[in-house]
């Protein structure tokens, strides 16, 4: 089992930045089954939808609406996963969730991917 807790939400205007971090918490075999983490959001009266994903061996996915402007990377020594989101716009407000998965393989590490993990959100309001 594997714990995930998001933090760096927060209220900022539209062309500003902010940096989400995860952290991920359970027994070391645990953490290191997983091959895939991401980033998904959901905005009120929307479905949730992947933003970014980052699978084992480094390659990265972004949905087409933030490419360009989100980045996410991770610090396997340290159980974190980060993303960081410039350029930002009022309909990047939403509650952002970090997710994992171990099932499957890294290939398979998508924003549509089925996750396994998730943790409990942080919430991003962009103002205009």
């Known amino acids: 089992q594997v714990h995930l807790v998001e933090s760096g939400g927060g209220s900022v205007q539209a062309g500003g930045s902010l940096r989400l971090s995860c952290a991920a918490f359970?027994?070391?075999?645990?953490?290191?089954?997983?091959?895939?983490m991401g980033w998904f959001r959901q905005a009120a009266g929307k479905e949730r939808e992947g933003v970014a994903a980052?699978?084992?061996?480094?390659?990265?996915s972004y949905v087409d609406s933030v490419k360009g402007r989100f980045t996410i990377s991770q610090d396997k020594a340290k159980n974190l996963l980060y993303l960081q989101m410039n350029s930002l716009k009022p309909e990047d407000t939403a509650m952002y969730y970090c997710?994992?998965?171990?099932?499957?393989?890294?290939?398979?590490?998508?924003?549509?991917?089925?996750?396994?993990?998730w943790g409990k959100g942080t919430l991003v309001t962009i103002t205009s």
């Open positions: 997710a994992a998965k171990w099932r499957g393989g890294a290939y398979s590490c998508s924003t549509n991917a089925g996750m396994d993990y």
């Open positions: 359970g027994t070391a075999y645990s953490i290191n089954t997983i091959n895939c």
């Open positions: 980052i699978a084992s061996d480094g390659n990265t």
